[in-house]
């Protein structure tokens, strides 16, 4: 079974200061693919990244940056100088290689940045 | 990118009546579509896996019966919550995938939020 554990449900920061959101999970499968997405208020999901298993290249885009581990199965996510813009509640999914690839979410972090 | 379009956004609908929540894959072909449910401050949780001209898969829990999905086309899944009634209120978001290639994010719509009176 897959499963995604956000342990942190809600965090408060002032702008500019640097946040990181924890995600850990849990699959047997040796090939699969994790995701995180930003729901803002409206309620769209947004796309945020997708990682290989076989990749654990750490990636910045902007201020969003992620570090990949296996070895203690976590994907975390970390922005840097935070704004007011930032907030929305953000998930952390996971998505087997095989069968219909459906995404298991994690119960997402509340992310609020205030001025 | 990618753009999946729900609709409608929002609806109010009385107890005991039925309503349809469409999901197009408007510039690509979505052989599979995913059905999710969100309760207020709460996560996604997956429905249905809806592949194109067969049943969809529910997951434990879900009663086919009360919500049907049909994917008739490439480009169009379907989701109509049967008799509704004031628990099913809810928010009802779509993905949709391209094709069986892995590694591709799933991309979703825009949600429509049901309340049911």
């Known amino acids: 079974a897959q499963k995604v554990t956000q342990a942190q449900t809600e965090i408060s920061v002032v702008e500019k200061e640097d946040v990181t959101l924890d995600c850990v999970y849990e699959t047997r499968d040796t090939t699969y693919y994790l995701f995180w997405y930003k729901q803002p208020p409206s309620g769209e999901l947004v796309f945020l990244i997708r990682?290989?298993?076989?990749?654990?290249q750490n990636e910045i885009s902007g201020r969003y940056s992620w570090n990949f581990q296996k070895s203690t199965s976590s994907f975390n996510f970390t922005i840097t100088a935070s704004q007011v813009v930032d907030s929305a509640v953000y998930f952390c999914a996971l998505s087997a290689s095989t069968g219909f690839q459906k995404l298991v979410f994690g119960t997402g972090t509340r992310l609020l940045v205030s001025p | 990118g990618a753009v999946v379009s729900q609709h409608p956004s929002w609806v109010i609908c009385k107890s005991g009546t039925s309503v349809k929540i469409e999901c197009r894959s408007l510039d690509f072909q979505a052989t599979t579509m995913f059905w999710y449910r969100q309760f207020p401050k709460q996560s996604l949780m997956l429905m249905a896996t809806?592949?194109?001209?067969?049943?969809?898969?529910?997951e434990q829990g879900v009663e086919k019966d009360k919500f049907l999905i049909n994917h008739a086309s490439l480009t169009l899944s379907t989701l109509t919550v049967t008799s509704a009634h004031p628990e099913d209120s809810s928010f009802y978001i779509c993905s949709a995938r391209q094709g069986f290639v892995p590694n591709t994010e799933a991309f979703f719509g825009q949600g429509t939020r049901l309340t049911v009176v």
């Open positions: 809806s592949n194109e001209g067969s049943k969809a898969t529910y």
């Open positions: 990682r290989n298993s076989f990749d654990e």
